[in-house]
Each structure stands twice: as C-alpha cells, then as structure tokens.
C-alpha cells in the first residue's frame, strides 16, 4: 500500500489526471468505465483493489486489508514495498491522506486511496497499527558499521528513537525492507518527499547512494 513502484503504462495512465481514477472512486460511470478498460487484463491484488473501491464503501471496508498485504507482507518480492502492519497509526493515516490528495506520489497509491472516505482511512489505519510488527527480512551477517556510523553522524535518533521504532507521526524504520528504506533516503534527497534538516543541519540531498544503501542495510538489520 504505502510504496513508490514502476507501473505499467497503461495502468498508470488509469490513476491518472482525468482517468476514472484520478479522481475520488464514487461514479458509477467512472467504475464502468474502469472495468470496461481492464477486462482482459491479468488478475493482480492492486487490480482487485480498485475494482473493489468502485463497488461501494461496505465492500472496500471489509476486504482491502487483505489485498494490501498481498503486497505489504514481509519478505514479498514486488519490489520495494514496505512492511505497514505494525507501523504507528498516526503514520499511516498521514501518508494514506498524502496519497490521497497527492502530496506524495507512489503508484498505485495515489488511484487506491482517491476513492477512501475519512472513516475507511480509519478503520485501515486501526487494522494495520493493531497488528504486530514483523521485520522485512531475517536478519543476517552483513557488516553495517558504516550505517550505523552515518545513522550517529545524523543523529536520525533524535527523532526515530535510540532503536528506531518511531511512534506517533514518525515511522519505525527497524526491520523495514532494505530496498523500500533505501529508495525512500534517495528520494528525499530528490525532493519527491520531503524531510526536515537532520544532525548538524545536514540536508537529505547531501547524501548519495552509498550512504543510502548503508543507512538502509543497518536499519533494516535492527530489531
């Protein structure tokens, strides 16, 4: 759910300005329209999830918590899809409400939340953070001293906490999935997200790929 991944191209174009999902998923014609485009197409979980925004708010309540872990579960190989069950609730509604309103982008996000109301936001966010959190992957052998070195330079536990389990509006990013933590360090760096200056007023865009594969590798390695 909350992730930032490659899109085919005609899916993309679906989620996009003008497309039937660019907008809030409550016209019937839209929907209509949505389904006309896709039949054919391979089933997919995002794909269901859509189609099942269009079918009405009861619908989406009651089965769009699986069909986000389908993507979301620890160890998934989809790409770099972070773990949300066990994150912190105040987290995840913030990023559903910035997806929803595009103040972040990441497909399929932006389509999947266009159509949620206040109150679906709510009872996912309440499933997900009620959960337990389980590391991204199991934890291995690998040297991460030069993360943790430039985690200390940083001071990233100032405001993530000495383990890095986060809390309230600031994420935990112990055990999260290396790959989801490292495109994320570059994407602030990108300014597709933004983060506040971190230790000793250092900008996010100062820190370049080998700092973000290491930072990524000993966060993910913590538990």
């Known amino acids: 759910m909350l992730s930032m991944m490659r899109t085919p191209r005609a899916l993309h174009a679906a989620g996009g300005s003008g497309s039937p999902l660019g907008s809030a998923v409550d016209s019937g014609a839209?929907?209509?329209?949505?389904?006309?485009?896709?039949?054919?197409?391979?089933?997919?979980?995002?794909?269901?999830?859509?189609?099942t925004l269009c079918?009405?708010?009861a619908a989406a309540v009651d089965e769009v918590d699986s069909l986000c872990i389908d993507c979301h579960r620890p160890a998934q190989s989809r790409g770099a899809v972070p773990v949300i069950e066990g994150?912190?609730?105040?987290?995840?509604?913030?990023?559903?409400?910035?997806?929803?309103?595009?103040?972040?982008?990441?497909?399929p996000m932006n389509a999947l939340s266009?159509?949620?109301?206040?109150?679906?936001?709510?009872?996912?966010?309440?499933?997900?953070?009620?959960?337990?959190?389980?590391?991204?992957?199991?934890?291995?052998?690998?040297?991460?001293?030069?993360?943790?070195?430039r985690l200390d330079t940083l001071d990233c536990s100032g405001c993530h906490g000495a383990g890095f389990l986060g809390g309230g509006s600031i994420p935990r990013l112990a055990g999260q999935q290396?790959?989801?933590l490292e495109r994320q360090i570059l994407g602030f760096g990108d300014a597709e997200r933004h983060h506040p200056p971190v230790g000793g007023g250092v900008r996010m865009y100062s820190l370049d790929?080998?700092?973000?594969a290491a930072i990524a590798l000993a966060l993910s390695e913590m538990r």
């Open 114 to 149: 266009a159509g949620l109301q206040p109150e679906q936001i709510e009872t996912l966010v309440q499933q997900l953070s009620s959960r337990e959190w389980r590391p991204a992957q199991p934890a291995t052998e690998a040297d991460v001293s030069a993360g943790r070195e």
């Open 178 to 180: 290396t790959a989801y």
């Open 87 to 107: 994150q912190h609730a105040d987290y995840l509604r913030a990023q559903l409400e910035r997806f929803q309103h595009r103040h972040r982008e990441g497909f």
């Open 55 to 57: 079918a009405g708010a």
């Open 30 to 51: 839209a929907c209509s329209a949505f389904g006309r485009q896709s039949r054919g197409a391979s089933a997919s979980p995002w794909l269901a999830l859509l189609l």
């Open 209 to 212: 790929a080998e700092d973000a």
